[in-house]
């Protein structure tokens, strides 16, 4: 019955797999981020951009101060 497992884990061993843990965390992080701002460029890309009219003009030519 005393046939346990006895997993002797020091604090260094601990300290290891909390550092293990915070690289992997930062790194899902960081490409979690590029693909959203990879989304992000691609959904402005597709929105209209500004074009000078004669509506365009003629606004800022009466409200220009």
Aim: charged share 30%; no cysteine; aromatic share 6%.
């Amino acid at each position: 019955m005393n046939d346990r497992l006895n997993l002797h884990i020091g604090r260094r061993g601990v300290l290891g797999l909390a550092t293990i843990g915070v690289a992997a965390a930062a790194v899902g992080v960081v490409l979690r981020e590029r693909q959203v701002e990879a989304t992000e460029a691609a959904e402005h890309a597709d929105k209209p951009r500004y074009r000078v009219t004669s509506e365009v003009e003629t606004f800022y030519r009466v409200n220009r101060y």
